[in-house]
C-alpha cells in the first residue's frame, strides 16, 4: 500500500529511490509476511499431504494484504467475523482434525456454500491454516460483504482497517509500524522529487540543526482515520538570527479580510473554491546555508557522518513561510495577477465586468470568479505548477463552516462548538438564555475560592477562536478574559454561563444574502467606566457591507475617559480606522466608498468631530484619536445620530436581558438556520 504522491507512473529515479529507503527501513519490515509463502500441512485424513494454498488464489490479487505479516493489532485478535456478523473464536480449536473424503449433509447444513471463502471446488483447508489466517479471512469476508451491500465504501473500508489508529510518541514505536514507515518513505520521496537537500560533510563551524518526525492521524468528516502523515520538521529554535536567518515576514490574511471576500461572493452570486498545497514550504527557496540532521531512522550507512545542506524551506525554518510566499506571489504575478494593495495576500485578475479573486493563506487558497471559465483555468495553472488537492467548493476553512447556497452564503461553527462541549464535558448541562447576566458584574471577588488556572485559560481560549463567526458572545469572553491571572469560582461560573447559551444555540451564524445592497456603513459605541477594575470604558464598534457584517470589535479602552462623549469620541475613532482599511480593501474589488456612515448615538461626540476647533473640553484628548476628524474633513467618513435603541453595537459593550438580546442578534444578522 502506497500513499498517493500526485505522479501518474513510477520514473527509474523513483523507483530506485524507493529501494534505497527499503533498505534504510528497520529490517523486520523488509522480510516476507508469512502468508506469502506456499505451505503444506498434512491433515489426518488418510490421504496423505493436502496444500493448503488455494489453486487459484494469488496474493497479488490483494496487495493490501500482503503489508503487514498479521493484521494490526486490536482489530481481528484471534477471531473472525463471518456474514452474519457472529464472532468464531479460534484459540481453543484442535491443530488436527479427521476430515471426511465425502462431503455429509450435516456438513453442508452447518457451511452453507455461501458462506465459503474461495473456490468450494479447491483443496481443504486445515484448521492450523485457519488458525494462522483468521484475520486476513475475517478481514476478507468483511470486505466483500461491504462489496455486496456498498460496493463504493470497499476500497475505503480496506485502507482504513490497515491504518494506526494512534500516533507514535517516539520514533522507535513509528518504525515497528509498517503504515508509519510508509508515510515517512513518502515524505522522504518528496524530498527527493523536489531536490529539498543535498548530502555533504558538514563544514567546519558550521552548525547542524536536527530534524524531527511529527505524526499525525488525518481524519475524516466521521472522525474515522483516512491516512497516516509523517512530516519531517526541522528544529527551527536552534536557529540564530543574522546567522541563520535574516527576514522572517510573511503577510497573512485577516479573518475579516476573508468574510469580505465572502460577503463579495454573496453579493456577485459566484461559487468560491478551495485548493491546497502539498508540502507548500519545499517549493520555497533560501538564500542562507542550513544544515541539517539526517532523518532519524533512515541515516545512511555509508555517511552516517554527513549532514545534509537544505537548499528548499524545510518545514520548521524560521524562513520558511516567506520563501514560500515569494515563490507563490512571483509565479502568480507572472501569470497576469496582481497583488492587493492593503491586503498582499489577495490576488486579483480583471477583464472589463469580469474579476477573478485569489485569497492565500499560507498553503491554503480559495478562489472565486464571476466567470467559471477562469477558475478552470486557474485551477489547472496551479496543478501545472505545484502538487495541489483540489478541494471543490468551499466548505470549511480556517474553522469556519461555509455553505454557499443560491439566495446567500452561511457562515457557522456549530461543529467546533460541538467538540468544545464535549471536551469540557458541558454537553449534559441545562441552557440559558443569553451568554452574560445582566446585574451581576464581575470583579476581583478576593474571597472566593480559586480555580484551576489551565483549566480557565483553556476555556478563555477556545471560546475567543469562537469569536470569529459568533458577535453574539463577544462581549461575554472579553469581560471574562480580564480575570486569567487569578480565576475564582464566580470568575469560572461566568465561562460556563457562555458554554449554557451555546447548548442552547449552536448552531447561529452570521448569514450573508444574495438580496441585499453592498453599501458600506458602520455603529460605533462606548459605555462608560465599564471595568471595575481600571474605571476604564470599553469601545464597541461594528461594519456592514449591506446586511452583510464584516468585522466587529469590542476592546477595553487604553486611557481614562472622564466623560461619556470622551469615551464615545474615542470608540468613533478606533471605528473609522477599522471603516478606512475596509474602504482601501475594497478598492481592490473595484468598490470606492465614500462619505461612509457612521452611526452615532451620542450627540455631543458628532458635534466634536464636525468642529475642527480644539477647546477646553477636548484639548485633553490625547492626538491619535483627533484622527477622526482628518477623515471627517476629507469626507471619507460622516457621522449621523442614531437612537441608542437601534445602535446594534450595542451588542458589544453590555449584556442584555433576553428579549433584547435577541432583538441586536437579528439585527446584525445573525439567523438559526
Known sequence: MRYSTGISEDTPEILAFRRELDELAPKHLREVPKHKATSTNSVNS????????????????MPELTIFNKPPKGI???????????????????????????????????????????????????????????????LVSYVQKQQRNNHKDQ??????????????????????????VEAMQEELLQFRLQQVWILVDLPHGAKVIGTKWVYRNKRDERGVVVRNKARLVAQGHRQEEGIDYDEVFAPVARIEAIRLFLAFASFMGFIVYQMDVKSAFLYGTIDEEVYVSQPPGFVDPDHPKKVYKVVKALYGLHQAPRAWYATLSTFLEKHGYRRGTIDKTLFIKKDKKDIMLVQVYVDDIIFGSTRKSWCDEFEALMKGRFQMSSMGELIFFLGLQVKQ????????????????????????????????????ALTKDEEADEVDVHLYRSMIGSL????????????????????????????????????????????????????SSFDLEAFSDSDYAGANLDRKSTTGGCQFLGSRLISWQCKKQTIVATSTTEAEY???????????????????????????????????????????VYHSKTKHIEIRHHF??????????????????????????????????NFFVVNIGMINP
Open 464 to 515: 475567543m477562536y469562537l469569536t470569529a463567526s459568533r458577535p453574539d458572545i463577544m462581549f461575554a469572553v472579553c469581560a471574562c478574559s480580564r480575570f486569567q491571572v487569578t480565576p475564582k469560582t464566580s470568575h469560572l461560573n461566568a465561562v460556563k454561563r457562555i458554554f449554557k447559551y451555546l447548548k442552547g444555540k449552536p448552531n447561529l451564524g452570521l448569514w450573508y444574502p444574495r438580496e
Open 46 to 61: 488418510g490421504s496423505g499431504p493436502v496444500n493448503t494454498q488455494h489453486a487459484d488464489q494469488d496474493d497479488s490479487d
Open 155 to 180: 476500497q475505503h473500508c480496506l485502507f482504513a482497517c490497515f491504518l494506526s489508529q494512534e500516533e507514535p510518541k517516539k520514533i522507535s514505536e513509528a518504525l515497528k509500524d509498517d503504515s508509519w
Open 628 to 661: 477622526i476628524r482628518d477623515s471627517y474633513e476629507k469626507k471619507l467618513i460622516r457621522v449621523e445620530k442614531i437612537h441608542t435603541d437601534f445602535n446594534v453595537a450595542d451588542l458589544l459593550i453590555k449584556a442584555f436581558d433576553g428579549p433584547m438580546f
Open 76 to 138: 481481528f485478535d484471534e477471531a473472525s467475523y463471518d456474514d452474519e456478523g457472529m464472532v468464531h473464536d479460534f484459540n481453543n480449536l484442535p491443530t488436527e482434525v479427521a476430515v471426511s473424503p465425502i462431503p455429509t449433509l450435516r456438513i453442508h447444513n452447518i457451511h452453507p456454500q455461501s458462506q465459503i471463502l474461495g473456490d468450494p471446488k479447491s483443496s481443504v483447508q486445515t484448521r492450523s491454516r485457519v488458525q494462522q489466517n483468521s484475520g486476513a479471512h475475517a
Open 570 to 612: 474615542v470608540a468613533a475613532a478606533s471605528c473609522c480606522g477599522q471603516v478606512l482599511w475596509i474602504q482601501n480593501q475594497m478598492l481592490d474589488y473595484g468598490f470606492n466608498f465614500m462619505n461612509t456612515k457612521i452611526h452615532i448615538d451620542n450627540e455631543s461626540t458628532i458635534c466634536i468631530v464636525k468642529n475642527p
Open 405 to 440: 447556497k443560491t439566495d446567500g452564503i452561511f457562515i457557522s461553527q456549530d461543529k467546533y462548538v460541538a467538540d468544545m462541549l464535549k471536551k469540557f464535558d458541558l454537553a449534559s448541562v441545562k441552557t440559558a438564555i443569553t451568554p452574560m447576566e445582566t446585574k451581576m
